[in-house]
């Protein structure tokens, strides 16, 4: 069994910044791409950011500029740097990830609980 457990989250005023944290942990043989998603009241869960094995990136564009995902495969965890935060940026973010496993060698798609971020003066 595989888990994703975030970190990072909490209240930060507008233009701040915040780090949030991945660790995927279990019988993990390898992890494909990482992603960010994340989700507020009443909308529907949007990506944010995805992030290869090789590193490469790609964005939403309302956090272009903004937001840096990165990862370290050794720890098996995902980063989400987010800067000049504004007060639409709050929601509940969630990492996932497709995880090759042990027990089951084929590659699943996993989802971590969730942080909340909340951005407001």
């Known amino acids: 069994q595989v888990q994703l457990v975030e970190s990072g989250g909490g209240l930060v005023q507008p233009g701040g910044s915040l780090r949030l944290s991945c660790a995927a942990s279990g019988n993990i043989i390898s992890i494909n791409t990482m992603y960010w998603y994340r989700q507020a009241p009443g909308k529907q869960r949007e990506l944010v950011a995805a992030?290869?094995?090789?590193?490469?990136?790609n964005y939403a564009d309302s956090v272009k500029g903004r937001f840096t995902i990165s990862r370290d495969n050794a720890k098996n965890t995902v980063y989400l740097q987010m800067n000049s935060l504004k007060p639409e940026d709050t929601a509940v973010y969630y990492c996932?990830?497709?995880?090759?496993?042990?027990?089951?060698?084929?590659?699943?798609?996993?989802w971590g609980q969730g942080t909340q971020v909340t951005v407001s003066s």
């Open positions: 996932n990830a497709n995880v090759r496993t042990v027990s089951s060698g084929v590659l699943r798609s996993y």
């Open positions: 992030i290869t094995t090789s590193g490469s990136t």
